[in-house]
């Protein structure tokens, strides 16, 4: 069964508010159990475990970040050196529109992570 655009597009964008809401809420968790734990030795293991995952999420946001930015780059050596025909220099450059719009995006992420 295949869905109409659509209705995929909308599918698949609340599948990903809501992965990025469990990340939020676990990045919050791992701060509240920093605090707590300082008052319950118990709780010391719960918070390494959120801090490994969050660790985890990091690295991966930082690592996608740089790839985006080695593709931005890329694209923009694209541009300047290869004669694209008009066709061609369109695409590449709405292209690098969409690349630009992920970074800030990935940026804005990883900015929330980290504070």
Not at 21 to 46: A, F, I, P, R, T
Request: glycine share 2%.
């Amino acid at each position: 069964m295949s869905l109409p655009l659509a209705e995929r597009d909308l599918y698949l964008l609340r599948i990903e508010t809501e992965i990025r809401n469990k990340k939020n809420l676990l990045v919050k968790k791992k701060k509240d159990l920093e605090k707590k734990s300082k008052l319950n030795h118990y709780l010391s293991g719960v918070k390494n475990d959120y801090s490994k995952y969050y660790d985890y999420i990091v690295n991966e946001k930082q690592q996608q970040y740089n790839a985006l930015i080695l593709l931005k780059e890329y694209m923009g050596d694209l541009i300047k050196t290869e004669h694209l025909v008009d066709d061609q220099l369109r695409t590449a450059k709405y292209d690098q529109k969409d690349i630009f719009a992920e970074i800030n995006k990935v940026k804005a992420e990883l900015d929330e992570l980290i504070e």
